[in-house]
């Protein structure tokens, strides 16, 4: 099917704007040869993997398994949200250090069973991350929550952190027991 824009697009780049017979032709093979918007990507279900790399809280990079195939991801670890490494207030930045440094200390390097429920709107793994292979046990989105090391989030308007809460990250030992 011809559409008016990639015959449109044509007659702006060659700089002719008459309709005759050989622009509505070559109109129609440009739109056939124009690249066709890709079909969205999404993943679901559950997954084995290995954390890979901590970046923050609430975004870490995992190697999964899918379709016989290892890939890694970037994963935000749904339905919370940790303090910001990039933040201009420094308590905001400091907090977020310590919650990636207890991440890490925790969770890095680890196997886990990672529940996917799509993308969100930068393209990561919104996924539920469960330790070991069994995924025994209390997720880590749960257990930076339990710890005030995260606040609820739901997609949207993310809740601003408030100082008592940063105080209380940054008062706490990062180190074990859990």
């Not at 824009?5 to 044509?10: A, C, F, I, K, Y």
């Not at 017979?21 to 109109?27: A, C, E, Q």
């Not at 105080?167 to 859990?178: H, T, Y």
Request: proline share 3%; charged share 20%; hydrophobic share 35%.
């Amino acid at each position: 099917m011809i559409s008016l824009e990639s015959v449109g697009w044509l007659f702006f780049k060659t700089g002719s704007f008459r309709i005759n017979s050989v622009n509505l032709i070559m109109g129609c093979i440009a739109s056939l040869c124009l690249p066709r918007q890709a079909p969205r990507f999404t993943i679901e279900g559950t997954y084995l993997g290995r954390v890979t790399r901590i970046y923050d809280g609430d975004t870490w990079h995992i190697i999964i398994k899918v379709n016989g195939k290892s890939s890694t991801f970037t994963v935000r670890l749904a339905a919370i949200d940790t303090p910001e490494l990039r933040h201009t207030e420094g308590r905001h930045k400091e907090a977020g250090i310590k919650v990636r440094d207890y991440c890490r200390m925790r969770w890095d390097g680890k196997r886990v069973k990672c529940v996917a429920q799509g993308l969100d709107k930068y393209g990561r793994l919104l996924a539920t991350i469960y330790p070991g292979r069994c995924g025994c046990g209390q997720s880590a989105n749960s257990v930076l929550l339990s710890k005030g090391y995260a606040l609820p989030y739901s997609g949207g308007t993310k809740t601003e952190w408030s100082q008592g809460d940063l105080d209380k990250i940054l008062g706490q030992s990062a180190f074990l027991p859990f």
